[in-house]
């Protein structure tokens, strides 16, 4: 992999990304511009990537470094990409080393900017970035939040350790990675769990962490595509390059994915929403010295799905999840095949859920449903793997 390192304030963001991939068994080799190594010296990126640091075109001239690198790269990961790195990559300059990779390689490239918002919104920039896109490069939309000095708004650099799980999306795609098969679509994505309050401490819940929803996210980024996630109390870090809405409770997630689903080519509903809440939210905390209420009175959330399904605009795909546990009224896939004559999805995402299945956990496994009943297995894997087995269906239903 070739780490590039463009000339921001965000340079030293760059070694966490180093670290991430590195630490997960990448062999990472750094090339970093002039400007670049005035905010993080040579020495630090050869130490923590254990490679030798390209840092121009003359150095080694008999290796012929700009050419060489690109060539031999399996992914061009580019942090911080400034507004005057990506102005160059866009003309197709090689007037230095990192430029000079780019033009060579024949590897997916990923972009991920940081810089002033005013920079991030001018037009020039704007069409530069789109003029990569359409070349088949990942540019990530940047994070929105403190910049340098008392600035603050979109530009920020995504959280590193996002950046890099990102870029092993790509790679979990093989030789598939450099298509961006979902570029010009958007995709709505609901993740974690909801909460229904009993009172200001005390709420029925359940233990989805959000985890498969994000890694989705990740993957609809990989594949280029402008993804919303609705998240759920969700616990994790900001996908990079997605935007992320955080909600609470049932009615909250309803709100948020209705207001956005029309606009979506691909809509996503991997939350797990509660079934009930209780019908009176108490205003103070119900105190145990009172006695132990003698029932709960629950009353029934809105069905999003279902209410999905009635509204969705024509040539929208809608992916529905089936966590199940099994039991007297029937087996897994027996009761996700019930739900589907319910709510004909064009895709059932079937898992097993309990201790140590589904929730919480960094591996899962699945049936993948659609709406002709077609089973596909899907054995244990990441859920990044698996989030990538599910757009290879979706991207089919797309036409």
């Known amino acids: 992999m070739v780490l590039g390192v463009s000339g921001g304030i965000a340079s030293y963001k760059a070694v ?36 030798p640091v390209s840092t121009d075109l003359f150095t080694d001239a008999e290796d012929v470094a700009h050419v060489r690198v690109g060539r031999e790269a399996d992914l061009v990961l580019v942090v911080p990409a400034t507004a005057d790195l990506m102005a160059r990559a ?21 972009f991920a900017p940081a810089m002033h918002t005013e ?37 920020r650099l995504p959280d590193p350790v996002e950046i890099a799980a990102v870029a092993r999306a790509v790679l979990a795609r093989g030789a598939g990675g450099a298509r961006l098969d979902l570029a010009g679509r958007r995709v709505l994505i609901s993740a974690g769990g909801t ?78 929403v509660a079934d009930f809440r209780p019908a009176a939210e108490h ?33 929208q795909v809608l992916v529905g999840f089936a966590a199940e546990t099994g039991g007297p009224d029937g087996g897994v896939l027996e009761l ?25 956990v960094e591996h899962n496994s699945a049936v993948l449903l659609d709406r002709a009943g077609t089973a596909t297995d899907v054995p244990l894997m990441s859920k990044d793997l698996l989030a990538h087995r599910i757009f290879d269906h979706v991207v089919g239903m797309l036409g």
């Open 16 to 51: 966490e990304v180093l670290r991430q991939l590195t630490e997960t068994g990448h062999q990472v080799r750094v090339v970093p511009t002039a400007a670049a190594l005035r905010f993080v010296g040579e020495v630090t990126w050869a130490a923590l990537s254990g490679q």
């Open 90 to 110: 866009a003309a197709g300059r090689a007037d230095d080393l990192l430029t000079g990779t780019l033009l060579t390689a024949t590897c997916p490239v990923i």
């Open 119 to 155: 920079m991030w919104q001018h037009p020039a920039t704007r069409a530069n970035v789109a003029l990569l896109r359409e070349r088949g490069v990942l540019v990530l939309e940047p994070a929105v939040g403190r910049l340098t000095g008392a600035d603050s708004g979109p530009g």
């Open 195 to 272: 909460r229904e309050y009993l009172d200001p401490v005390r709420f029925l819940g359940n233990a989805s962490s959000g985890r498969q929803g994000y890694a989705l996210a990740r993957a609809a980024v990989a594949r280029g595509a402008e993804v919303t996630v609705v998240a759920a109390n969700v616990a994790l870090s900001d996908v990079a390059g997605a935007s992320i809405l955080r909600v609470g409770s049932a009615e909250q997630l309803r709100t948020a994915v209705h207001e956005r689903a029309p606009g979506a080519d691909v809509v996503i509903m991997a939350a797990a």
């Open 283 to 315: 205003q103070y905390k119900i105190k145990k010295d009172a006695g132990a209420p003698e029932s709960i009175e629950l009353t029934r959330n809105p069905d999003v799905l279902a209410e999905l399904l009635r509204d969705r605009r024509p040539g």
């Open 336 to 360: 996700a095949r019930a739900k589907l004559a319910r709510k004909p999805v064009d895709l059932l995402v079937v898992n097993q859920v309990g201790a140590g299945l589904g929730f919480e």
